[in-house]
T-cell receptor
Framework: AQKVTQAQTEISVVEKEDVTLDCVYETRDTTYYLFWYKQPPSGELVFLIRRNSFDEQNEISGRYSWNFQKSTSSFNFTITASQVVDSAVYFCALSAMANFGNEKLTFGTGTRLTIIP | KAGVTQTPRYLIKTRGQQVTLSCSPISGHRSVSWYQQTPGQGLQFLFEYFSETQRNKGNFPGRFSGRQFSNSRSEMNVSTLELGDSALYLC??????????????FGPGTRLTVT
């Protein structure tokens, strides 16, 4: 069974502050993929990043960065110098390779991020 | 490239009725997955179709069904609607490969309200 936990239900920060969203996952599979999605008020899930279980390199994309640590089963997401447009619900998700090409995504419950101007 | 499209965007139905939702994937994507999003249960996987075959199914009753056409477009059907079926139904497509997992791209969703 797979499980994704996002313990932070809601976070509010003042604009330009840095913020980290936590994600902890559980899976028995040795090969798996982790994802982050953003859901703005419009409702559409926007893909942010995909990371496979063999690649523990941290990744930076502009103001976004991700920290993947297999030892703690965590895949945390940091937004640097937050902006009002970053306000959204952020979901962490997991997909395992128990069955080849298994496309099922297991989502966390999401973290609602509010950036205060 | 055009994104994933879903129709209709909003739907109001009465208990006991049935409903069909439609999803057109990104051009070239052959995998289509469906998810239900509710405030109480969050995002839950319904099923996935690839090459017109259901490859994976979530824990939903048989009232929820789907199909995929040869052009990869997919439909989802819910029969005998219940109040608890009120939700945002999201469709996602991906460039599925047998030994790799690709990211899924989501459509805007269909907001279904059952009264």
């Amino acid at each position: 069974a797979q499980k994704v936990t996002q313990a932070q239900t809601e976070i509010s920060v003042v604009e330009k502050e840095d913020v980290t969203l936590d994600c902890v996952y559980e899976t028995r599979d040795t090969t798996y993929y982790l994802f982050w999605y953003k859901q703005p008020p419009s409702g559409e899930l926007v893909f942010l990043i995909r990371r496979n279980s063999f690649d523990e390199q941290n990744e930076i994309s502009g103001r976004y960065s991700w920290n993947f640590q297999k030892s703690t089963s965590s895949f945390n997401f940091t937004i640097t110098a937050s902006q009002v447009v970053d306000s959204a619900v952020y979901f962490c998700a997991l997909s395992a390779m128990a069955n080849f090409g298994n496309e099922k995504l297991t989502f966390g419950t999401g973290t609602r991020l509010t950036i205060i101007p | 490239k055009a994104g994933v499209t879903q129709t209709p965007r909003y739907l109001i139905k009465t208990r006991g009725q049935q409903v069909t939702l439609s999803c057109s994937p990104i051009s070239g994507h052959r995998s289509v997955s469906w998810y239900q999003q509710t405030p109480g249960q969050g995002l839950q996987f319904l099923f996935e179709y690839f090459s017109e075959t259901q490859r994976n199914k979530g824990n939903f009753p048989g009232r929820f069904s789907g199909r995929q056409f040869s052009n990869s477009r997919s439909e989802m059907n819910v029969s005998t609607l219940e109040l608890g079926d009120s939700a945002l139904y999201l469709c996602a497509s991906s460039a599925r490969h047998l030994t790799l997992i690709y990211e899924q791209y989501f459509g805007p969703g269909t907001r279904l309200t059952v009264t």
